[in-house]
């Protein structure tokens, strides 16, 4: 078995307004010193099998068709064991 995490995070340039949000409200709850926050998706993975590499090749194409949107997002793949 495979354990993997992907972090899908908004590419630098697209407006994030639920991110925005959120440091308003971190400064609003008295949290001074927050300059920014970008909002993103973290997905913890269970594979089949035991070849790391072509797991790590799986998941990517799960993220290229399902888990991120390319065009405004960029993701990562982190194989835990």
């Known amino acids: 078995m495979i354990k993997a995490r ?3 995070t908004l590419k630098n340039g697209v ?3 639920q991110g925005k949000a959120i440091e ?7 949290f001074a010193g927050v300059d920014s926050v970008r909002q993103g998706k973290v ?8 070849d790391a590499k072509a ?8 993220c ?7 065009v405004i997002e960029n993701y ?3 194989i835990l064991g």
């Not at 997905?43 to 035991?50: E, P, T």
């Not at 290229?64 to 390319?70: P, Q």
Request: charged letters at 20%; zero cysteines; a negative charge.
């Open 6 to 8: 992907v972090t899908v």
């Open 15 to 17: 407006l994030d307004p």
């Open 24 to 30: 308003g409200s971190l400064g609003a709850l008295g």
């Open 43 to 50: 997905f913890d993975l269970s594979i089949n099998g035991d």
């Open 55 to 62: 797991a790590e090749k799986s998941i990517a194409q799960m």
């Open 64 to 70: 290229e068709k399902l888990l991120a949107n390319t």
């Open 76 to 78: 990562a793949v982190e």
